[in-house]
Nanobody
Framework: QLRLVESGGGLVQSGGSLRLSCVASETLDNYIVAWFRQAPGKEREGISCIATGGNTHYADSVKDRFTTSRDNIKTTVHLQMNGLKSEDTALYSC??????????????????????????????WGQGTQVIVSS
């Protein structure tokens, strides 16, 4: 079973940057990987999705500020976060699903966010890393 561990969170001032990493127990070449975040008292929000071919999709709330990428180390996916705002404060988690059974799932990130989130089963998630942005 695939296991994911997130790292890179922390406390940063508004306008600053952080780079989160999602490290898997096996290669992620054949997995679609998404980043989610959940702020206290709010619903979990899907913010990015990277397909096996490298195509990326972003929620409007992070577009042009956040970038997800696959590392040359094939067990790792990153989330580069620039221009951080106080509203980005949340627990950030990555999740992965096999591409063969979830083709085109990234296209649902914006159009069907609830369906997108539910497509990643509980055992496909990491424990998360906390990001706090001070204003």
């Amino acid at each position: 079973q695939l296991r994911l561990v997130e790292s890179g969170g922390g406390l940063v001032q508004s306008g600053g940057s952080l780079r989160l990493s999602c490290v898997a127990s096996e290669t992620l070449d054949n997995y679609i990987v998404a980043w989610f975040r959940q702020a206290p008292g709010k619903e979990r929000e899907g913010i990015s999705c990277i397909a096996t071919g490298g195509n990326t999709h972003y929620a409007d709330s992070v577009k042009d500020r956040f970038t997800t990428s696959r590392d040359n180390i094939k067990t790792t996916v990153h989330l580069q976060m620039n221009g951080l705002k106080s509203e980005d404060t949340a627990l950030y988690s990555c999740a992965a699903v096999p591409a063969w059974s979830h083709q085109a799932i990234c296209f649902w990130l914006k159009d069907q966010p609830a369906f997108f989130s539910q497509s990643f089963p509980p055992d496909s998630w990491g424990q998360g890393t906390q990001v706090i942005v001070s204003s």
